[in-house]
């Protein structure tokens, strides 16, 4: 690990202002990614600006009837909140397939959300990445690939984003909230927050460099049966090959985001009208697109059939 300088910023606007007047400096919460990344020097900042002992830490209820979830909540506090546990069930699920319990009880809302692609090649740098280095080029291109995604991908890059809690809050269309070094906020929709890599894999979110996040909104509670599945190569503390998150109607429509397939959470919106006809006609719809290497083309018929068996525990 490279050397490096620290300091404990006093409010998020601090922070915020700190990091982006330094293009090498970088925000420190839990660190159960950034500091695996410094170990490797897959990452090397130069700076780390402490913030987890900053405000944004509690759950709270919204005028509107939603539920805004601070920035620094740690996972377990997320996923065993009570409010969390009965409304949004999908959420309180997703965060408990991932990572192991001490992972959890450090990991925060906003580092979850920020977590880099597990892609081995990004992590090995002695292999080429054009996430890793930009214009160095992809060794999964043509290398090993069965992790990797099978839709969304570029010609630039084929990583897929690793994380469960993120593809929860896709499917109810949760808000990230943010503040700039000029104090400015923005709401951005969970949605659009992170960008498929195109030409430019390095980005994985629209946020600026030195924008904090200072909370996530989940809408009002949406009803209807609420499921997480995740398929692994093994029961825990691994990656999805194919995860679901799905709510469910009685009458057979809902929502459905996928894991483990593209370099964000995936959901298509339009191809939910298939869903009252069934998994295979929904899945052809949402992977109308795909291109999957012949190591990852499982992936599709695996997600086609996790879907299935969501809708039929819904409906047993």
């Known amino acids: ?3 490096f300088t620290y300091e404990r910023a006093g409010t998020p606007a601090d922070a915020a202002r700190i990091v982006a007047s330094n293009p090498d ?16 020097e897959v990452e090397t900042p130069t700076h780390l600006v402490d913030v987890q002992d900053l405000k944004p830490d509690r759950i709270e209820p919204t005028d509107a009837g939603a539920l805004r979830i601070g920035a620094f909540v740690s996972n377990t506090a997320l996923a ?3 409010r969390v546990r009965r409304d949004y069930g999908v959420l309180s699920r997703a965060i408990v397939a991932g990572a192991s319990g001490q992972l959890r009880n450090k990991a925060t809302t906003a580092g979850n959300l920020l977590q880099r692609t597990r892609c081995p090649y990004f992590y090995d740098t002695n292999q ?3 996430k890793r280095k930009p214009g160095s080029g992809c060794a999964a291109i043509g290398g090993y690939s069965r992790q990797l995604a099978v839709i969304g991908s570029s010609e630039s890059c084929i990583a897929t984003y690793p994380g469960d809690m993120a593809v929860a809050m896709r499917v109810l269309d949760a808000t990230v909230e943010t503040v700039k070094a000029d104090g400015k906020t923005r709401s951005i929709p969970i949605g659009t927050f992170h960008t498929l890599p195109g030409s430019t894999p390095e980005r994985d979110n629209v946020l ?3 924008e904090l996040i200072t909370a996530v909104t ?12 995740k398929v692994r190569d093994r029961a825990s503390y691994a990656f999805a ?18 894991g483990g397939v593209a370099h964000r959470p995936w959901r298509v919106e339009a191809a939910e009208a298939a869903m009252p006809r069934g998994a295979v006609e929904m899945a052809k719809a949402v992977f109308a697109d795909a291109r999957p290497t012949d190591d990852n083309a499982f992936k599709i018929p695996l997600a086609t059939r996790t879907l299935a068996a969501v809708i039929a525990e819904v409906k047993a």
């Open 25 to 40: 400096a970088r925000f420190l919460a839990g660190g159960t990614n950034l500091l695996d990344l410094m170990k490797l």
């Open 218 to 229: 989940l809408p009002r509670p949406i009803g209807g049966a609420h499921v997480y599945r």
């Open 208 to 210: 600026d460099h030195g």
């Open 80 to 82: 065993s909140d009570e």
């Open 241 to 258: 090959l194919v995860s679901v998150a799905a709510i469910v109607q009685r009458d057979g429509s809902g929502r459905v985001a996928f």
């Open 1 to 3: 690990m490279k050397s």
């Open 128 to 130: 080429p990445c054009n």
